[in-house]
């Protein structure tokens, strides 16, 4: 046994990958609460909302009428056919996939060869830069600091291509910052991408439905792009689905006739009773989803107000999804921490709070702090910070 486990090797395609921060820091969470600490955990992005029932009970029906076999590997003529309707498309345009991390998955795998290139303004969603990795490419992080709103300006952009580019990933509301593209600035970015034309855009919208100032959808804003523009989204966060694992691509055919034979040999194709749930999802009334954003709104107020009144912390109001990204540079300073990692470990450590440090995000000197918790955790959560922060005076 122990010999097999001394054998082992790593595959040198995956070596450095480990798995996501987010992962651990909410693992030590909830190790540390099955050992009775009081941990209060504003570390995930999934809301805290229930799946609505009426997509359950979608579900139920679909498995009880027996659509419980494989599916087509793109996904059922139903759900695509959907999509498609919803985005202007053709269903040979749409993938479905086992969530929006597997489409992007596929995308990465259907196109990078070895030293591909793939531009991602950072900082970014942490998957995005190992699953780049994973399929051979190299992932080319541009800083957008927190002045610059953390969004990739077309000069930045320009001086970032390469003839190795193969994808600019854009992430509109954005994991971590909240920040979303107004459809000058996507304007002005498609400005530089006309002038190279090898270069794709991977345009990730999984927070459309969580936009607090006015979303515009990178394939309205750059029709011109759109015959090398791939969409993302998902029923995840606005219908508070992680769990379903349910996600789609939408983008030329013939992307997505290598999407699909990617996906055909890793999945054979997402779930069949989380496919019919998801049709019934956006098929369905959304006034939940404006219910539940006013919540989110609230919740995001609350927090911004709550730790802008702390010393040490700068946070700017972030326009989309669930997420602060707050400047700690101050705290840190103050606290003798050497980063912003140390830094959230102290905090989970002492004031059993636990966030996530930008570096995980590739910004360091910032930190993550998710609002898709109950209003009475996030003002626990917050009064947990000031009270630390005060013991660093
Ligand atoms: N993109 C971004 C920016 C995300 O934050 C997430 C989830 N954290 C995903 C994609 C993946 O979503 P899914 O659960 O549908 O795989």
């Known amino acids: 046994m122990l010999d097999s486990v001394s054998a082992f090797q790593r595959a040198k395609r995956i070596n450095g990958i480990e798995i996501s921060q987010i992962v651990q820091i909410s693992e030590t969470a909830a190790q540390m609460r099955s050992n009775g600490t009081d941990v209060i955990a504003l570390s995930t992005g999934a809301p805290d909302f229930p799946t609505p029932d009426f997509v359950i009970q979608a579900a139920h029906n679909a498995a009880l009428a027996g659509q419980t076999g494989y599916t087509a ?12 309707r919803q985005n202007n498309a053709s269903r040979d345009q749409v993938i479905v996939s086992t969530g929006a991390k597997q489409v992007l998955a596929n995308a990465m795998l259907a196109t990078l060869d070895e030293g591909d290139e793939a531009i991602i303004p950072t900082p970014y969603w942490t998957s995005y830069s190992d699953i780049v990795a994973m399929a051979g490419g190299k ?18 952009l320009e001086e970032a291509i390469t003839h190795k580019t193969r994808w600019l990933m854009l992430n509109s509301p954005s994991n971590p910052s909240g920040a979303i593209y107004t459809k000058t600035e996507i304007r002005a970015l498609a400005a530089v991408l006309q002038n190279h034309p090898h270069v794709w855009v991977l345009a990730d919208e999984i ?16 029709p011109e792009l759109a015959n090398r523009t791939l969409i993302v989204n998902g029923v995840s966060k606005a219908w508070a689905m992680t769990g379903w694992r349910i996600g789609w691509g939408v983008g030329p055919a013939p992307l997505i006739r290598a999407m699909t034979a990617v996906q055909g040999q890793v999945t054979s194709g997402a779930c069949s009773i989380s496919q019919a749930a998801a049709l019934a999802a956006l098929t369905g009334d959304r006034q939940l989803l404006t219910d539940r954003l006013q919540d989110f709104d609230t919740r ?19 326009d989309g999804a669930f997420y602060v990204f707050p400047n700690i540079e101050e705290m840190m300073a103050k606290g003798g921490f050497k980063s912003c990692s140390d830094a959230c470990n102290w905090l989970l450590e002492k004031a059993h709070i636990a966030i996530v440090p930008g570096s995980a995000f590739g910004l360091a000197g910032h930190a993550r ?25």
């Open 369 to 393: 702090i998710s609002f898709a918790y109950s209003q009475s955790d996030l003002n626990n959560g917050l009064s947990r910070i000031a009270d630390a922060l005060k013991k660093l005076r």
């Open 73 to 84: 590997t793109a996904g059922t003529n139903e759900l695509r056919d959907e999509i498609a």
């Open 207 to 222: 927070y459309e439905h969580l936009s607090y100032a006015p979303f515009v959808s990178f394939a309205a804003a750059a």
């Open 139 to 156: 992932a080319i992080t541009v800083p957008c600091p927190m002045a610059q709103g953390f969004k990739i300006t077309p000069a930045s």
């Open 300 to 318: 995001r107020k609350l927090v911004v107000a709550g730790l802008n009144a702390m010393t040490g912390i700068t946070c700017p109001e972030p």
